[in-house]
């Protein structure tokens, strides 16, 4: 089985910035895209980032220009910068990783607090 473990998450004033990661651990194969997901309270779980293995990336355009999604390959972890944080980015951070068969594998979600 695949575990994803993330990290980063946090209380950050407006304007200031967190760094999400996400490391993935056990039978790991065909990795695919990797991406971030956020869920606040009352609403839907939307995608904020993703990115390929080669490094394509698709941001939601509420997050264009001020994240960044990264990988490595290597570590198969994912990386979420995030700058200029707004309290409308106060969510859950979900981690995300596709496999070139359709599995899925969902980290356990972490807590981005933005006070303004």
């Known amino acids: 089985q695949v575990q994803l473990v993330e990290s980063g998450g946090g209380l950050v004033q407006a304007g200031g910035s967190l760094g999400l990661s996400c490391a993935a651990s056990g039978n790991i194969f065909s990795i695919n895209a990797m991406g971030w997901y956020r869920q606040a309270p009352g609403k839907q779980r939307e995608l904020v980032a993703a990115?390929?293995?080669?490094?394509?990336?698709n941001y939601a355009d509420s997050v264009k220009g001020r994240f960044t999604i990264s990988r490595d390959n290597a570590k198969n972890t994912v990386y979420l910068q995030m700058n200029s944080l707004k309290p409308e980015d106060t969510a859950v951070y979900y981690c995300?990783?596709?496999?070139?068969?359709?599995?899925?594998?969902w980290g356990q979600g972490t807590q981005v607090t933005v006070s303004s």
């Open positions: 995300n990783v596709q496999f070139l068969s359709g599995y899925n594998s």
């Open positions: 990115i390929t293995p080669g490094g394509s990336t």
